[in-house]
């Protein structure tokens, strides 16, 4: 299922709980649920927050073995994976700001990527189900 929501901004309550209530992750476990919305509302506030875009699209995608979720926007071309991870071990007060969301991506999906093509960010996330 491919979703496109134009224009974005103020939207992103709503765009979350559309992919949420698609077909292929409603027939998840609550736990894979739980992750895939945590990670959908960190890369969703991303895109909406700092792209610069105007319009997101969502496809989800339920194969054999994974879940697969790709967000598209026309917005400033940046790779969040490429960003150093934060150090979790440095207390709160000391520890820089931003990337914390991307971080937990990576610790709660199977595989995450990136890339920039046709002039449009595509940020790919899986998990096995």
Do not use: H
Not at 31 to 46: A, G, I, P, S, Y
Not at 104 to 117: A, G, P, S, T
């Amino acid at each position: 299922m491919k979703m496109r929501f134009d224009p974005v901004e103020g939207r992103n309550a709503e765009i979350i709980e559309s992919v949420m209530s698609c077909e292929e992750i409603l027939s998840l476990p609550d736990d894979l649920q739980f992750k895939v919305r945590l990670c959908t509302e960190e890369v969703e506030e991303n895109i909406l927050c700092y792209s610069g875009s105007t319009w997101v699209e969502v496809g989800v995608d339920k194969g054999e073995s994974y879940l697969t979720l790709e967000f598209r926007d026309g917005g400033v071309e940046f790779d969040p994976l490429a960003k150093e991870d934060p150090d979790i071990n440095t207390s709160i007060e000391e520890r820089k700001v931003g990337g914390l969301g991307i971080f937990l991506c990576k610790q709660m999906m199977d595989y995450l990527e990136y890339r920039f093509e046709d002039g449009c960010n595509l940020f790919i996330m899986k998990k096995k189900i």
